[in-house]
């Protein structure tokens, strides 16, 4: 190679060097070459080699399986965001002119998706109250075209626990299918998969990642259901980029450590809280929801709270807080939100891994504050 140029482009090849890298390094490329249109051959063969990151990436499926593996579940597929992973999955199971069934307390955006996007593509969407078993079922009976339900293991903001056993009973008498969004559990504290549910799907930008710097998802099923929705993924570019699944992997290796330090935390924050104010804490996951009393000043506890930062996230490693009233929930008229329960008192907490004791006293500073 005696151009300049050309060495400019090709110089940085190590040819024939066997390295061993004792963890996965990002493969940060947009496609994979091939020595021979035989070997190339051989990938569209299913020979499990690469062709173009779109399609599928090493980072991107160690992701995928290490998290399929955690729920129990033979195949998973990496997206771009939790939202893309629900997409992907019910576009896995529901076609143009299939209804689709929905908890009416599953999270914000996933409502953004059924209404605003799916209605789109030819999807009529229904909800229901799913604490109300008779509710689903009238819906069910009413709508034989509903092909899918949708609901989460841990719902937001009041930590309602779905009883999995019965949607699965329900799913497998009237033959639908069964979406479980884990994200507030994780597999740590409840595996819907093993429950019998079709498809489990993440928001890996919450606990999976656990550090708060990516935005990702993840989708866990049977081979036949995550197979279509791979096509999904790759045909609707909702594909996950190598760098952001290195990084999701990386979280996923201490889940069950920052899990375990969490809900801990989790537990003795609401115990903490109890008696001062209405607290729900379900004794599962690492959030905390409280509502500041009636004469409390609000705006003086978000203020006064320091180093725990109000987000509209959850799952990072810091506590942080969040006000549903005006993010979550934001978009719901008064007389919805009261319906719900969402006053402006309401204040859900995600619990880190520090100290307890540090929690609990920035939290009593600024009730205090607040005049509580
Ligand atoms: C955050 C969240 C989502 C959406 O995930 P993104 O990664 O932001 O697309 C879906 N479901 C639940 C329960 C969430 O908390």
Redesign the pocket.
Known sequence: MKSFVTRTVHGGTLEGRTIEPLVQPVYQTSAFAFDSLEAMNGYYEGDGSYLYSRNGNPNTDTLAKSVAGLEGAPAGVAA???????LAGILAAVGEGDHLLAARD??G??VALLKNELSRLGVTVHFADFADTGEIEQKLMDHPEIKLMIS?SI??PFLRIEDIDVLVQLKKYYGVRLLI?N??ATPYTIRPYEAGADLV??????YLGGHSDV???VLTGSEELIGAAKERITGMGLNLSPFEAWLTARGVRTLALRMNAQCRNAKGIAEFVRNRMKVWHPDAGAMVTFELPEQADVAAFFRSLGWIKVVP???GVETTVSHPYSTSHRALSAEEKEALGISEHLVRLSAGIEDLEDITGRLKEAFEAAGC
């Open positions: 771009s965001s939790g939202t893309g992973a629900i599953v999270y955006g996933t989460e719902t937001n969004d994200t507030f799907a993440h928001s890996a930008t919450k935005t990702a998802g996230t959850l799952a």
